[in-house]
């Protein structure tokens, strides 16, 4: 059996779509003959608790922890709010105050490549005394936050083991990078750190197609697409809402406040008296200030029921629950190798999906691979709105539903799969 050491930041108790990814493989890879050893911090200041998702861990791991200075945690005195937002690598403002310029300008220029980058030296330390004495095959590391990738590295360089980095989003070209008030020399150094690490690892995954073709352009190393997933076997059987539900579960910040869309809806609630008394827009998750007075202008705050984080598990029984999930994502060139952990919750739901986001994005090619609803670029107003009244006539006929279709190669175990052939390929070739 092989060995795998796995270095990770977001673990549980930590919530949201970051600890996803690794959890799942972890929980699969003993079923393709891998045993992992999971290295996390000890003291993290995670954004978002979810603590159910304890549970979820396979109880015959080995899980490594030591402790992390969180500079997080001292900015708080300002702003913790703002800091939280930071942290969770959300730049929520389009017109950032000063106190926010700040922060990003010490995040961006002092924490290179990220405020975790403290953890790297006595990270490399504590596994190096580790692995004299404990055998592993390779070495995986996850990011962001991408100082993890710097500790694979140094490991890698020590130990001459493979190693794997594991990119679930791209690093320089990531959508809030530009807004972190970068000095030359600090956007120079941020770009110097991407190209060691691509060009020194073993192998490198991406969460998409568009990341791939990125990194091709900076590194002839090898890079192997394994999007998120979805677990099967958590499908709850609940009743679909009675109400027309246009549902969000997850962070709905500035950028992606889909204003064609509350646009479409206020005309079709002023169209349609019946159309009005069925509508309900369900947020679930942090919603920013600008959304919601978004909303309001558009006379539908009476229709809007939003609601604060809740756990993974409620998360999943309101996207079974929803007439229709909807999928946002920022219009941007940068973005679109971006594919929201979400999306595949949402496929495990079987409900049909709104995407909106920029033209080309990679959600598009899963949405039409799956058969899973439709992909709208924020200027396609007209046939947003032939859409909505599509899914709409059909509710009414209580028809609203989809036959998906190419699912199986989306669950976890199917992913694991894939990535235990690059983990044993990567040290066979040693």
């Not at 009476?302 to 946002?328: C, G, T």
Request: hydrophobic share 40%; charged share 20%.
């Amino acid at each position: 059996m092989k060995k795998a050491l796995i270095i990770c930041y977001y673990w549980p108790p930590a919530g949201g779509p970051g600890v996803q990814r690794w959890l799942k493989f972890v929980s699969h890879l003993s079923s393709f003959d891998i045993s992992p050893v999971v290295y996390v911090p000890e003291n993290p200041n995670y954004p978002i608790v979810d603590k159910n998702l304890i549970e979820e861990i396979p109880p015959n791991i080995t899980i490594l922890k030591q402790p992390i200075k969180e500079p997080y945690k001292l900015a708080s005195i300002f702003s913790k709010r703002k800091v939280q937002q930071i942290s969770s690598g959300v730049i929520a403002s389009k017109k950032p105050s000063f106190l926010e310029k700040l922060l990003l300008y010490v995040r961006g220029n002092y924490f290179i490549p990220d405020a975790r980058v403290g953890w790297v030296a006595p990270s490399v330390d504590f596994l190096t005394h580790y692995l004299k004495t404990n055998d592993v095959d390779c070495i995986i590391s996850s990011g962001p936050p991408h100082s993890l990738h710097l500790i694979g590295l140094k490991l890698h360089r020590l130990t001459n083991l493979p190693w794997i980095a594991d990119f679930r989003d791209p690093w320089t070209t990531i959508h809030y990078h530009k807004s972190l008030q970068l000095t030359k020399a600090s956007a120079t150094q941020h770009k110097d750190l991407e190209a060691l690490v691509l060009n020194t690892a073993t192998h490198v995954l991406v969460t998409s197609p568009s990341t791939k073709k990125e990194f091709s352009s900076l590194t002839k190393k090898p890079i192997t697409v394994i999007t998120n997933g979805f677990e099967p076997k958590q499908t709850p059987i609940v009743p679909l809402d009675t109400k027309f539900s246009i549902a969000h579960i997850g962070s709905l910040l500035s950028k992606r406040n889909p204003r064609v869309l509350w646009e479409v809806l206020s005309e079709l609630v002023k169209e349609d008296p019946i159309f009005s008394q069925d509508l309900e827009i369900s947020l679930t998750g942090v919603v920013s200030d600008e959304v919601r007075k978004s909303i309001g202008s558009f006379g539908l705050t009476n229709h809007a029921l939003i609601n604060s984080y809740v756990p993974h598990k409620e998360a999943v029984m309101l996207q079974h629950k929803a007439q229709i999930l909807l999928l946002l994502e920022v219009d941007s060139v940068a973005t679109k190798a971006i594919i929201p952990g979400k999306l595949f919750e949402y496929l495990q739901a079987r409900r049909p999906i709104i995407a909106i986001g920029p033209k080309g994005s990679d959600i598009q090619g899963i949405i039409d691979t799956t058969a899973s609803g439709i992909f709208i670029a924020p200027h396609q107003k007209d046939f947003l709105k032939e859409q909505v009244l599509s899914y709409y006539s059909a509710y009414k006929k209580n028809e609203l539903y989809i036959e998906s279709k190419n699912l199986e190669a989306f669950t976890r175990k199917a992913l694991t799969k894939k990535l235990a052939k690059v983990i044993v390929s990567v040290t066979e070739s040693r």
